[in-house]
């Protein structure tokens, strides 16, 4: 229930059904005590309590198991984010960079893609715009990666439904070639979305503009249910 009132953006509501979790149930769970601690940190981020966020999410932090990595990247991008709000510049970048550094060992896309992407708009606002446009072509990277593998999981499904039509004998030689025809327009406009077969060659002299105004919170996540 608590999360469809931060989806929702009813942040007091939710705040609060999850604090009475905290304090009324006898959760045995490490995980799920974690994920609530968690939840409570996001909650007090959107709120803008940043001194409250930070000491959930360092509750957090002293549950998570060392060997769960993504959780720990992303606690650290969260605590950092509280403490860069309350202008603890001195443990918010050193915070954000372990993130990211320890995204660029991990093998999740999504994570790097976001720890630099969020180091990219905290340099801007640093006005230290080379290590912004560093960050942010990190960012656009692992963000073609992601492109990339999405790409591929719909040529794979396509050629899996394929298969599939072909052994169940469900369709005739007519309806056979029709679907190759398909198939053949659909590489092609995804070879165009996604710039299969011309160079990237991005070259980013500053961030744009839209940068500036994304939020380090982004990282923010629901966990648990």
């Known amino acids: 229930m608590g999360n469809l009132y931060l989806k929702s953006e009813k942040y007091d509501t939710a705040l609060s059904h999850y604090k009475l979790l905290l304090e009324t149930s006898s959760i045995q769970s490490v995980e799920r005590r974690s994920d609530l601690y968690h939840n ?6 959107f709120l803008e309590e940043y001194g409250n966020a930070e000491s959930y999410f360092i509750k957090e932090s002293s549950l998570i198991k060392p060997t769960d990595t993504l959780s720990i990247i992303f606690n650290k991008s969260d605590l950092a984010t509280s403490y860069y709000e309350q202008y603890k510049d001195s443990l918010a970048i050193p915070a954000f960079k372990e993130a990211y550094r320890l995204a660029t060992l991990f093998s999740n896309i999504q994570a ?5 992407l969020t180091l990219a708009s905290v340099m801007s606002d640093l006005k230290k715009y080379k290590q912004s446009a560093f960050f942010y072509e990190e960012h656009l990277k692992w963000k073609d990666s992601l492109n990339n593998i999405n790409n591929m999981s719909k040529l794979l499904e396509k050629d899996k439904q394929l298969a599939l039509a072909l052994k169940k004998k469900e369709i005739d030689a007519d309806d056979i070639q029709y679907l190759m025809d398909c198939s053949e327009e659909l590489d092609e406009k995804e070879a165009e979305e996604y710039g299969y077969e011309q160079p990237t060659n991005k070259k980013i002299s500053k961030v744009e503009s839209t940068l500036l105004g994304d939020d380090p919170s982004s990282l923010l996540y629901t966990k648990g249910t």
């Not at 409570?40 to 981020?45: F, P, Q, R, S």
């Open 112 to 116: 790097k893609a976001s720890t630099s």
């Open 40 to 45: 409570v940190g996001a909650c007090y981020i």
